[in-house]
């Protein structure tokens, strides 16, 4: 849930409030709301400045922008990952073997 309220939370910032936001992803404002106000409850800290006009980040809201990003793409990554699955990983595997005649195993002792 926690990884939704972050993508929610760059789209009220990338659509400049959260109704745009709220609109394009078909939740009503309502639910919008009650999402940041848990994601600022998570954090400790307020994310945004709401007026009736604009809303603008806090100095948290910025680091949590920047922060969200990174982790969402990292989990975007991630699931690409899993679901291609290890088959999809293929080409030659090379092995080199290296095998020492028995009078040679024991040369270092012969140096003593």
Do not use: C, Q
Not at 73 to 100: F, H, M, N, Q, W
């Amino acid at each position: 849930m926690i990884l939704d309220n972050l993508a929610l939370f760059l789209r009220i910032v990338e659509k400049g409030g959260l109704a745009a936001a709220g609109r394009e992803l078909g939740l009503s404002a309502a639910s919008v709301t009650e999402r940041l106000a848990a994601l600022e409850k998570y954090y400790g800290a307020a994310l945004l400045h709401r007026t009736t006009r604009a809303i603008s980040l806090t100095d948290e809201g910025r680091l949590l922008v920047e922060g969200a990003r990174r982790l969402l793409a990292e989990a975007d990554e991630l699931e690409a990952l899993i679901r291609l699955g290890v088959e999809k990983i293929s080409g030659p595997i090379r092995l080199a073997t290296i095998l020492l005649p028995s009078s040679m195993r024991s040369w270092p002792s012969t140096l003593r």
